[in-house]
């Protein structure tokens, strides 16, 4: 890492000295054109933010507020209005029955067909029609679009472009229901004719809508900018005379110029001069501390990855090793009975067989990832065939008896391995972990000593204590 980090220097400041050199040619032959370039840049864009785009950004505002404003008023006058007639009708009801007036359904029929403009229907408590404008709906069934009760006694909602507010009665225990058909396009249409109405009023503006040009007039001596009013296909624009953005003066740009040329040779002089001590400084000084930092950070990470007793991959290195590489089976591998030989025989021996079981796992596995997951258990990754796998744990397992065999005479618990495998690709490696982890699971419970993959496993019983270590 160390090593890249010294030849990227040297690369970056390589680069830096042969892109100063070629920029100080270039900018030396065109520093007039640059110059000018500079100066007419700064004046168009300050001229072009504080004009025109201004003048764009405040009639914008101003048509999306009026638009606002203008479909609102609409539909708030409507509802303002059915509302007001709902309460009148109430009003008047609950004077009838102030003045005992028993015939008040012919009241009402009467009222709503010559005096209310609008749709109106009266349902009773049983959700049926009562009076309506339309006689043939009288004694249907109405389902009330709201429910009144919930906001004392009225609600108002919109359902399919249409408003709808009702409102109970208590002194005749029945609703009254009124709604009118918001036309979103007829709205949009008379809103569109306001704001362009007012956009005419507008200074020098152009306006464009469905295509055709309807304000302004553009000239052939002007630059215009033209922007548009979303949803409303108004485009509209103001013009710069062009004589405006060139009024550049020769004074300005020769100011210009004696400013620049000393800038452009102190800065190359003053580059090429941290160059040279950078160089001095990297290839004399540094360069040997670059090697042994390098060295030594290459054998720390190595370390860091490597299980101390046993020298295959530790959790975090395997996680690594595996990072970028596509194996078709994840293996995961526990001692059977190994607390057996550390309870019996010391921890030390237990160490021992911890190292002799990875020199094993190494044998048979010479050209895969080999992991230390933690205590007994280790976990590989390989491409080898199905077959070829249960032959290697049946030979493995022979070789731990054989090692057994060396210091344990009376072989009360037999070392073994329980294997789950993991053969589903394409998953992360704690989705294989935990797959395999099933499948070793069930090895343990039912038969230790045995192999089996994930993609064979039928069932999962989980114990109440297993759950519990689990967790």
């Keep these: ?34 110059a000018m370039g500079v100066t007419e840049s700064q004046q168009y864009s300050f001229l072009m933010e504080n004009t025109v785009y201004k003048k764009i950004e405040l009639t914008k505002t101003t048509a999306r ?18 509302k007001n007639n709902i309460n009148k009708i109430v009003k008047i009801l609950d004077t009838l029955k102030r003045l005992k007036f028993k015939n008040y359904k012919a009241f009402l ?26 006689m043939t709906k009288t004694g249907t069934y109405y389902n009330l679009p709201c429910n009144p009760f919930k906001n004392y006694g009225e609600c108002s909602v919109i359902k399919n472009s249409e408003f709808h507010y009702v409102k109970y009665s208590p002194n005749y225990k029945f609703f009254i229901e009124a709604d009118f058909p918001i036309n979103a396009k007829q709205i949009k249409k008379e809103a569109i004719s306001k704001i362009i109405n007012l956009l005419k009023t507008f200074p020098e503006i152009i306006i464009f809508y469905n295509k055709k040009q309807i304000a302004g007039k553009i000239k052939t001596d002007s630059f215009y900018v033209f922007d548009k009013i979303k949803n409303l296909n108004i485009f509209f624009g103001y013009g710069v005379k062009y004589d405006t953005m060139e009024q550049l003066s020769d004074a300005i740009n020769r100011e210009v110029l004696i400013h620049i040329k000393p800038l452009f040779f102190d800065f190359v002089l003053q580059s090429i001069l941290i160059i040279i001590i950078f160089y001095l400084i990297l290839f004399t000084l540094f360069k040997k501390y670059f090697r042994t930092v390098e060295i030594a950070l290459n054998e720390y990470e190595k370390k860091a990855l490597i299980d101390k007793l046993t020298e295959v991959f530790n959790r975090r290195g395997f996680e690594k090793a ?40 190494k044998k048979y596995f010479k050209n895969d990832i080999i992991g230390r997951w933690g205590g007994d258990e280790f976990i590989v990754c390989t491409n080898k065939e199905k077959k070829q796998l249960l032959e290697i744990f049946d030979s493995v397992n022979k070789n731990l008896a054989k090692l057994q065999q060396n210091f344990d005479k009376k072989m009360e618990k037999k070392l073994s391995t329980s294997v789950g495998i993991c053969d589903k690709c394409g998953l992360d490696i704690h989705k294989r972990f935990t797959n395999a982890d099933l499948a070793l699971y069930k090895v343990k419970k039912t038969k230790k000593g045995n192999v089996l993959f994930y993609s064979n496993l039928d069932y999962v019983k989980f114990e109440k204590k297993d759950l519990c270590e689990k967790l």
């Design 109 to 134: 029929l009467d009222y709503i067909i010559h005096q209310y403009q609008g749709d109106i229907e009266i349902i009773d408590i049983n959700k049926k029609i009562l009076i309506s404008q339309n």
């Design 1 to 34: 890492m160390v090593k890249k980090i010294y030849f990227y220097i040297i690369l970056f400041f390589t680069f830096f000295v042969l892109f100063t050199i070629v920029m100080n040619i270039s900018l030396y032959k065109k520093e007039k054109t640059i």
């Design 65 to 82: 507020n009026f638009y606002k404003f203008i479909i609102n008023k609409n539909l708030n006058n409507k509802i303002s209005l059915t």
């Design 322 to 361: 595996v990072e970028n590489c596509n194996f078709k089976y994840f293996i995961l591998i526990d001692l059977d009975n190994f607390k057996y030989i550390n309870d019996s025989f010391g921890h030390e021996m237990g160490d021992m067989i911890l190292k002799e079981f990875a020199q094993i796992l």
